[in-house]
């Protein structure tokens, strides 16, 4: 091996252990890709009851290497633990809150009874700093859907705190109309980290001084807000008190403004990748728990739109381009009928950013796991004589006095694809 | 004293974050747009004064019988900018300036903040102009100078006619932070010397320890919010410029302080700030005949503060505060002294706009009253309004509570 292509070896086996796209054949690709899925929440049965365990906290969450934030995370994770669950199954769903702020857990999609349905104040107290709080509800109806939390849901949301909840229809139709076995769920994110920050650090804050309080007992509708009934809330208006509102009190100076995308909480070029063979379909679970529409389209294929918010359409329709709008869920089949690597992202391109640059956010890719290693390389498959073997420019003089390694320069391991970010 | 000038000079210099100087086209290309915060206030007050006894110090509010007068000194805009560096720094500077009070010699505003700062997670370095470690901590007064005899190391090179000699110079600072508590400084000053205004050389050193609690654990209700202690010399060798002068004389003083929460409650909430300053003084000076003098005088100064505020609504309502301070001249003849008596209160009629009422009484004995006059009784009535915007956040301050409490971020 001469020293040429032992550096080559080497900078080849250092990729794989990163998990660049370079090796995204590999085997250990694909066991490494399953971190970039959602994770399955772990169940006890107890009775006729699965019973779940939840809880909150604050992490440092990294949603592409080199760039971290403060965020709340269900069980650590962003997004929470996936609960599956079989239709008409007792869900029972412990939650503690292990952070400084209050939280609550809505179940979106599902018919829960009113009093699991997690608004503040509407059909539950908050829940409080240390405290739990148990949900119990029947897993209706079949479908999509997932949970968030419903305190301060514009930055609690932003924040992390989403998870999916799938409730699987035994009979289910989609599954006979179109089989498939490899199924996926992606979980759509648009956070303004600088606002999340700031909120947090804001709400951490009169937490504390509230948690002081309340602990001696020392409630006051006025210095939190809370009223028991609409006069009560009128007569302290025309008592003088002014609303938060109407002083922009405690009001952000501005409303948030995502700079970060995710997809199951990552960033390209963290994203989850979506493997397929020739001749399978794969079921995709689309799920918006951002406040920013997103316009999925998959490059080289069109997909059967299955589910909208969790219910089967009865008539499947085949799109490539699709809007996912805050809250909603989608159901796709993608079948695999045209080898290689495709991506599949937004097509409001402002979102396939990190921070303002270009190439980032919710970009990801459908990749066909039989596809041949040899159609990786790049001077045997480019089409382009200049990229060829053979009749690129290594050795040529460029006029620099030199010859120059122009082949090793532009391609590298001479694999695709590659990592590439803008300046 | 040249070493000690080589050794900061490295201490300060000689760290990373220093490589490129400005300068050639190419490296001022890259784009950026940092955090900018904007910091203003203003503070205008009607000012009673009633003084008796007749002051030598030229400063015409120290002239004996009664005066009213409008002051907007201590107001102040200053413009930050700030933006992450290489390797987990982060560089930041801050341009402003401050309106002095009248005939103070420094002109219509004064440009007290001219300052460039690099800073990670453990060390701060400071270059320019700025506060001066001639104080440690704040205390509960209107304007910052309004206790300054008594709550600062007095600037030896000052002829008394403004307050900003005392408070702000040209520094070279370095500090050390240990367990986001523990802030330890090495500092370097060019303090602003009236018979050479234009002479930039270090005139001052020092260092200090303070422990300081965040301002975001204030509700964790820990007693000690700060204490501190540091050490400034005044570097007096003006053998150069004055070859008749003292030479080879340097002027230490010591500063202690400590700051407790009395009562860490968020609707009443107390606490007490104490501080004292030892100025060992000048071996040779048995008089004080001038403002020199004064402040080159061995003396022992103590002010203490207590204060009540009131929140309402989360937010502040009222303050209510008083203190009293004094100093002694152990080396001057004539029981000479001086102790001041203040007491303010704060009523707030919008988000960070007070109206603000302040009452003081100092007295000078001895050797300081032809100097300062025998006594003096003010009284202030006016607004206040301050806001801070910050524009194009980008990171979190060093103690946040997330950074402190769930893992600080670089």
């Given at each position: 091996m001469d020293r040429r292509n032992f550096l080559a070896t080497g900078a080849v086996s250092t990729a794989g252990m990163l998990f660049f796209p370079g090796n995204l054949l590999a085997e250990s690709a694909k066991e490494a890709n399953k971190q970039r899925l959602t994770q399955p929440l772990p169940f006890k049965k107890n009775g006729e009851w699965k019973e779940f365990e939840l809880y909150i906290d604050i992490k440092v969450h990294e949603p592409a290497p080199g760039f971290k934030y403060h965020t709340l995370a269900f069980n650590d994770m962003i997004p929470g633990p996936e609960i599956r669950v079989d239709y008409g199954d007792k869900v029972r769903v412990k939650f503690k809150n292990k952070t400084g702020i209050n939280h609550t857990i809505h179940w979106h999609g599902i018919y829960v009874p009113w009093r699991m349905d997690g608004v503040p104040y509407v059909s539950q107290l908050p829940v409080m700093p240390e405290n739990e709080f148990i949900y119990e509800f029947e897993a209706k109806p079949v479908g999509t859907?997932?949970?968030?939390?419903?305190?301060?849901?514009?930055?609690?949301?932003?924040?992390?705190?989403?998870?999916?909840?799938?409730?699987?229809?035994?009979?289910?139709?989609?599954?006979?109309?179109?089989?498939?076995?490899?199924?996926?769920?992606?979980?759509?994110?648009?956070?303004?980290?600088?606002?999340?920050?700031?909120?947090?650090?804001?709400?951490?804050?009169?937490?504390?001084?509230?948690?002081?309080?309340?602990?001696?007992?020392r409630f006051d509708p006025e210095r939190w807000a809370v009223f028991n009934n609409h006069d009560q809330f009128a007569e302290s208006i025309k008592n003088g008190w002014e609303p938060p509102y109407a002083l922009s009190r405690r009001a952000p100076a501005s409303l948030p403004q995502a700079d970060w995308f995710t997809v199951n909480g990552k960033s390209y070029p963290e994203t989850p990748y979506l493997?397929?063979?020739s001749g399978e379909k794969i079921r995709v679970r689309l799920i918006n728990a951002g406040a920013e529409i997103h316009n999925l389209h998959l490059h080289g294929h069109d997909f059967w739109m299955v589910a909208d918010d969790g219910i089967p359409l009865s008539h499947p329709w085949k799109r490539n381009t699709v809007p996912l709008t805050p809250g909603k869920t989608f159901d796709i089949i993608i079948e695999g009928d045209n080898r290689g690597i495709w991506t599949f992202h937004d097509h409001d391109t402002r979102k396939v950013t990190n921070n303002g640059l270009y190439p980032g956010g919710n970009l990801l890719a459908l990749v066909y796991e039989d596809l041949p290693e040899d159609e990786l390389i790049i001077t045997k498959h480019s089409g382009n004589t200049m990229f060829n073997k053979g009749m690129g420019m290594e050795g040529m003089d460029m006029d620099m006095g030199k010859p120059m390694n122009m082949d090793k320069m532009l391609f590298g391991d001479d694999k695709l694809p590659k990592i590439a970010l803008d300046e | 004293m040249n070493k000690i000038y080589v050794i900061l000079f490295f201490a300060l210099f000689a760290l990373p974050g220093f490589a490129q100087l400005p300068g050639s086209e190419q490296l001022n290309r890259e784009d950026m747009l940092p955090e900018i915060e904007l910091g203003i206030k203003t503070v205008s007050t009607g000012n009673f004064y009633s003084n008796q006894g007749n002051a030598s110090l030229a400063i015409p509010v120290l002239n004996e019988g009664d005066q009213v007068l409008s002051d907007f000194s201590d107001s102040y805009f200053l413009i930050g900018a700030r933006q992450k560096l290489y390797k987990g720094w982060r560089g930041q500077m801050v341009l402003g300036f401050s309106f002095p009070d009248a005939n103070s010699g420094l002109g219509q505003v004064f440009y007290n903040q001219v300052m460039a700062l690099v800073e990670n997670k453990n060390n701060i370095i400071r270059i320019g102009r700025t506060t001066s470690q001639t104080i440690l901590g704040e205390f509960n007064t209107i304007r910052d100078d309004d206790a300054l005899q008594y709550t600062y190391v007095l600037n030896p090179f000052s002829n008394g006619l403004n307050t900003e000699d005392n408070q702000y110079a040209n520094v070279l600072e370095y500090t050390r932070i240990?367990?986001?508590?523990?802030?330890?400084?090495?500092?370097?000053?060019?303090?602003?010397?009236?018979?050479?205004?234009?002479?930039?050389?270090?005139?001052?050193?020092?260092?200090?320890?303070?422990?300081?609690?965040?301002?975001?654990?204030?509700?964790?209700?820990?007693?000690?919010?700060?204490?501190?202690?540091?050490?400034?010399?005044?570097?007096?060798?003006?053998?150069?410029?004055?070859?008749?002068?003292?030479?080879?004389?340097?002027?230490?003083?010591?500063?202690?302080?400590?700051?407790?929460?009395?009562?860490?409650?968020?609707?009443?909430?107390?606490?007490?700030?104490?501080?004292?300053?030892?100025?060992?003084?000048?071996?040779?000076?048995?008089?004080?005949?001038?403002?020199?003098s004064y402040t080159r005088s061995r003396s022992t100064a103590a002010f203490g503060m207590l204060r009540y505020l009131n929140r309402k609504l989360e937010r502040p309502n009222f303050q209510i505060a008083a203190g009293f301070g004094y100093k002694d001249f152990s080396n001057t003849d004539g029981n000479t002294n001086q102790y001041m008596a203040i007491g303010n209160f704060l009523y707030r009629v919008g988000n960070n706009f007070d109206l603000i009422f302040q009452y003081r009484y100092n007295k000078n004995n001895g050797a300081l009253q032809p100097l300062l006059g025998e006594s003096q009784h003010r009284v202030q009535i006016g607004l206040a309004y301050t806001f801070n915007k910050l524009f194009n956040s980008q990171f979190d301050g060093r103690n946040s509570l997330l950074n402190l409490e769930h893992g600080y971020i670089k």
């Open positions: 859907h997932f949970y968030h939390c419903h305190w301060g849901t514009v930055m609690h949301m932003q924040a992390g705190m989403f998870g999916s909840i799938i409730v699987e229809d035994p009979d289910d139709p989609i599954k006979k109309q179109f089989p498939y076995e490899r199924e996926y769920t992606l979980v759509y994110g648009a956070h303004d980290v600088n606002y999340i920050r700031n909120e947090m650090n804001r709400m951490l804050d009169r937490m504390k001084e509230r948690n002081y309080l309340m602990k001696e007992g493997f397929i063979k | 240990f367990g986001q508590r523990l802030y330890v400084t090495l500092h370097a000053e060019n303090y602003q010397d009236f018979e050479e205004p234009n002479d930039y050389s270090i005139n001052g050193l020092g260092g200090s320890i303070i422990y300081r609690q965040p301002e975001s654990q204030l509700w964790n209700r820990n007693f000690l919010r700060e204490i501190g202690f540091s050490w400034n010399n005044f570097l007096l060798d003006r053998s150069d410029l004055a070859p008749n002068a003292d030479s080879n004389e340097t002027l230490t003083s010591f500063i202690g302080n400590a700051t407790f929460s009395i009562l860490p409650d968020p609707v009443h909430f107390v606490d007490f700030k104490v501080q004292g300053i030892y100025n060992d003084g000048l071996s040779t000076i048995e008089n004080i005949t001038d403002y020199t």
